[in-house]
């Protein structure tokens, strides 16, 4: 962990030195309007995928085979 730490830090600090320049406040308030539109976004999304309802492209098909124990003799 201490290894991927060390070669992720140059590019998160590239990201938040040059970052901070190129971003006018008009686009970083936008953005922070725009995060809870997508946590709420996901939210749902992982709603519909967890109550399994059939509806292509969002939630998957879970058949008799993911509730049957397997039974190894």
């Known amino acids: ?3 991927f730490g060390i070669g992720t830090l140059p590019l ?3 990201v938040h030195f040059l970052g901070a320049s190129y ?3 008009a686009f970083r308030s936008r953005m922070r ?3 809870p539109v997508f946590v709420g976004f996901m ?3 992982l709603i519909l995928r967890g109550l399994n309802l059939g ?3 969002i939630s998957p098909f879970l ?3 993911a509730s049957q ?3 190894c003799h």
């Open 69 to 71: 124990a397997i039974n």
């Open 33 to 35: 309007k725009m995060v």
């Open 55 to 57: 509806i292509p492209y």
């Open 1 to 3: 962990m201490m290894l």
């Open 63 to 65: 058949g008799n085979e």
């Open 12 to 14: 998160m600090l590239s």
């Open 23 to 25: 971003l006018t406040p």
């Open 43 to 45: 939210g749902v999304l």
